[in-house]
Nanobody, 114 residues
C-alpha cells in the first residue's frame, strides 16, 4: 500500500509555469503524473523510475520536466509554457515494477487561462 499526497495545483495564465509535488508514504519503483480533462480519458503525462529513466507524452515534451527525490519519496512536475489545452485534473501516480500495482493521489486541478 502507498499513500500519495499532492500539492501545487492552481490557476495560471497561458505561457506561465506551475510546479506540482507529490510525496509517497514509502519508496516505490516508479512515480508519475496523469491528467484528465472534461470529456476525455485519463492520460499519462510523464513518469520516472527509481533509476531516473523518464517518459513523456508527446504533447508535453520540451515543456514539462519530471524529477524525483528518492530520499524523500517525492516526485515533481515542472510545467512551463502552459497552454489552455493543459487544463485538467492532474493525478500523482506510483507503480510497482512491471506495473503490477498502481496507486493514485486525490487529484489537483490545474487551470490555464487564455
Amino acid at each position: 500500500q502507498v499513500q500519495l499526497v499532492e500539492s501545487g495545483g492552481g490557476l495560471v495564465q497561458a505561457g506561465g509555469s506551475l510546479r506540482l509535488s507529490c510525496v509517497a508514504s514509502r519508496s516505490i519503483f516508479g512515480m508519475g503524473w496523469y491528467r484528465q480533462a472534461p470529456g476525455k480519458q485519463r492520460e499519462l503525462v510523464a513518469d520516472i523510475n527509481s533509476g531516473g529513466v523518464t517518459n513523456y507524452a508527446d504533447s508535453v515534451k520540451g515543456r514539462f520536466t519530471i524529477s524525483r527525490d528518492n530520499a524523500k519519496n517525492m516526485v515533481y512536475l515542472q510545467m512551463n509554457s502552459l497552454k489552455p489545452e493543459d487544463t485538467a485534473v492532474y493525478y500523482c501516480n506510483a507503480f510497482e515494477v512491471l506495473g503490477l500495482r498502481h496507486y493514485w493521489g486525490q487529484g489537483t486541478q490545474v487551470t490555464v487561462s487564455s
